[in-house]
C-alpha cells in the first residue's frame, strides 16, 4: 500500500478536489503555547514539509491557507508541530480535525505496481466477490484502530440494508482493489455480514 494515507475526520470541511493529498490531519493541543498534535500519515512527512507550506482548510468557507510547519518531537501518533499563526492552546484545539494538504503535483509518482493513494478509493464502485455491485467508497476514515471504508449501500427495494456502512480495509475484508477498473471488492461474508436481507 502506498502512502501517504488518507484519512478523514468527522469534521465538516469545504468540498476539496482531487489535486489535494492530505499528509496529517491536528488530533489536539500540546502545552499552552499553541503547538499542535499531528497525527502523520506519510513516512515522508519531513521531505513534504521542506518543499515549503501546506494548506488547510479550517472551515465551510476556507478556499484554502497556506500554513508553515515547524516540528517539534515526535509523539505516540506522529509529532508535536508549531504551526504558523497558532499561539496559544485555544487556537490550537479549535483546529482539532483539520487536516494538513499538499498539492498532488509535489508528490512523487508512484513506480510500483498495484499501488496507489487512499484519496483514489473515493468514488470506486464496491463488488462482491461474485462481482455484484452493492455500493459506492465514499471515504476512507482511521480513528485510531485501522483504516475503514465507508461505503454508501445501493438502495434495495424493500432491504433493510441502506445507508452507509463501514468495513475494515484489510486484506482479509478487501481482497481486491482495482483503480484502472473503477472497483474493489469486499468480502461481506469474511466480515460477518449476512447478505441475504439484501435479496
Known amino acids: 500500500m502506498s502512502r501517504p494515507q488518507y484519512v478523514h475526520s468527522r469534521r465538516e470541511e469545504p468540498e476539496i478536489g482531487p489535486e489535494w493529498i492530505s499528509i496529517g490531519v491536528i488530533v489536539g493541543a500540546v502545552g499552552v503555547k499553541g503547538a499542535t498534535r499531528l497525527k502523520v500519515f506519510t513516512d515522508d512527512l519531513e521531505t513534504l514539509l521542506a518543499q ?4 488547510i482548510f479550517p472551515d465551510l468557507h476556507s478556499r484554502g491557507e497556506q500554513r508553515d510547519v515547524k516540528l517539534m518531537h515526535k509523539i505516540k501518533v506522529g509529532y508535536a508541530c508549531q504551526i504558523s499563526g497558532v499561539s496559544d492552546r ?21 513506480e510500483e505496481e498495484g499501488s496507489y493513494y487512499y484519496e483514489d478509493m473515493e468514488g470506486l464502485i464496491a463488488r462482491e466477490l461474485d462481482g455484484k455491485p452493492f455500493g459506492v467508497v465514499q471515504a476512507i476514515y482511521n480513528f485510531g484502530a485501522g483504516d475503514l471504508l465507508e461505503v454508501k449501500l445501493d438502495d434495495v427495494q424493500n432491504s433493510p440494508a441502506s445507508g452507509t456502512k463501514m468495513y475494515p480495509f484489510r486484506d482479509a475484508i478487501v481482497p481486491e482493489v482495482n483503480i484502472d477498473g473503477g472497483f474493489l471488492v469486499i468480502d461481506r461474508a469474511a466480515y460477518g455480514e449476512d447478505q441475504e436481507d439484501d435479496d
Not at 515549503?52 to 494548506?55: D, F, I, L, Q, Y
Not at 485555544?90 to 508512484?110: C, F, H, M, T, W
Request: proline share 4%; net charge neutral; glycine share 12%.
Open 52 to 55: 515549503g507550506a501546506v494548506t
Open 90 to 110: 485555544d487556537q490550537a484545539e479549535g483546529l482539532k480535525g483539520v487536516k494538513l494538504y499538499v498539492s498532488r503535483d509535489n508528490l512523487p509518482n508512484i
